[in-house]
């Protein structure tokens, strides 16, 4: 009889590990469902990724920083600030991924803040938009939804920020 009952308690114990196991399953893909593209970029830093860009195709380069809507390419001598929503597809992206909360505060900057930072630093960009198009110079000023760049032949062109894909300097 007693047996019997350990094989019981046995079949009990299997039954509610298996009923554990299932919740917890159902609580990661839940939980995961939250994670966003931009998390897993900042879990990416210093690994070598490529991104297909809406307009801009295939961009290759190593994760140096990601902020809050956009992600810092190192190609070498040039780099490229990618915004994230012009982002199709990443390949080589860490499995992990960084939540806000644990992000540091230049991470939590925004796409505009750092357009701002290449225009005190007065390099030559290339901008390119969301039809393919792009515009050389350098950006004089960024606005809350537009920069300015000056062309080499003295024009000023406004670039809506939503039209950017990526500054490549």
């Known amino acids: 009889m007693l047996q019997v009952l350990d094989d019981l ?21 839940s939980t995961y469902a939250e994670v966003d593209l931009v998390s897993r970029l900042h879990a990416s830093v210093g690994l070598a990724v490529r991104l297909v860009v809406q307009g801009a195709g295939a961009v290759d380069g190593v994760v140096t920083r990601a902020g809050r809507d956009w992600v810092l390419l190192d190609h070498g001598r040039t780099e490229s600030i990618v915004r994230t929503a012009a982002v199709l597809r990443v390949r080589g992206a860490s499995d992990r991924a960084v939540p806000e909360t644990a992000r540091n505060v230049t991470a939590k900057l925004g796409y505009g803040s750092v357009l701002r930072q290449v225009a005190a630093e007065g390099d030559a960009v290339a901008a390119t938009l969301v039809d393919g198009s792009s515009v050389r110079g350098w950006i004089r000023r960024v606005g809350a939804d537009f920069l300015e760049v000056a062309t080499d032949d003295g024009a000023v062109e406004l670039v809506g920020l939503d039209a950017l894909v990526l500054v490549h300097r």
């Open 9 to 29: 308690e046995l079949q009990a114990e299997g039954l509610h590990l298996a009923d554990r196991d299932a919740t917890v399953a159902e609580l990661s893909v």
